[in-house]
């Protein structure tokens, strides 16, 4: 979900953007009007995350699953190694592909505690062998698994090692502190604006790394000296991203939408807990505020459940198809009467079950 207001902008000024007679999308990419809304996207980016100067935010295309390839040719060798810590599918997505132009290591997995509820191991159980640690590149992780609703909340930080952040899913949803990261990228889709454009945040120091072989168009070091203009890039989603961040600042920033966030998700999960119809299988410290995946305890009334759900005008909650259940993915465009309506409905649903 985008929000309205942005989409209703976007639909005002789509002819006849800024007067210029033509749209946003018709200009060039290397014309004054166009790196102003450019320029305007990474200030208000950087505004809203306080990224520091040694930063550069690089506005790319391949989505998150291009970045799976794009961090390990830019920043490791071949003989290095990749460390992952691995929670759910997007991560271990990760892994295998990472592991074309790394070694790979896995240093822990999800897993269960003894109410059967996933967690994550805590660093301490992880694997990491003092061979494997003398020679690594950077440690990836995925804040928040879309598909499995599984999140950690606080970066998993092992000295001297760069941490790597896919935050498709859940960038812009809650502060975080970037001078914890080595490199966070986010596929748009889900927080910022239309999909195909990705958001790279590298610290410099970390340019100037990629193996030889890496593609031109996904070098992180030719986007940072050309300002993300090596090859044209996806304009109107790089100008719609902006119009969400300015939509965002406008919210209040950050900490605002992590506030109604937690009010949004604090409603779901009690809904779920309270109600023996429903379960999640995600232990409270690991749910995530972005993605609330959900079971019935009777499978059979699932169809049932969707079809009553989207008559009543509540969309895409069928769970991801490799897990199959519901899924309610709550994005900082999502408002709190989607989830009151949401909850409202999941309640009317059971009781008529009774
Ligand atoms: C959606 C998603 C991706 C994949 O993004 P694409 O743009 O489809 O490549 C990767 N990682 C996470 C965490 C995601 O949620």
Redesign the pocket.
Known sequence: MLPAEVMQQAQAEFINWQNSGSSVMEISHRSKPFIEVAAAAEQDLRDLLAIPDNYKVLFLQ???????ASVPLNIASPEQYSLHLQTGS??K??VSEAAKYTHTHVVAKDTVNADNKRIIPDIADWDLPEDILGNTAFLHY?P????DGVALHTPPKLPNVELVA?????ILSAPINIADYGVIY?????NIGP??L?VVIVREDLLGKAQAQTPSFINFTLAAEHDSMYNTPPTYSWYLAGLVFKWLKAQGGVSAIHAKNLEKAQLLYSCIDELDFYHNNVAAEFRSIM?VPFTLANPELDAQFLAEAEATGLHALKGHRSVGGMRASIYNAMPLAGVEALVKFMREFAAAQD
């Open positions: 391949g989505g998150g699953r291009g970045q799976f997007w991560s997505g990760a995925c928040n698994e879309t598909v896919d935050m498709s899913s859940n986010a596929g748009a889709q889900k999909s195909g990705a993605n």
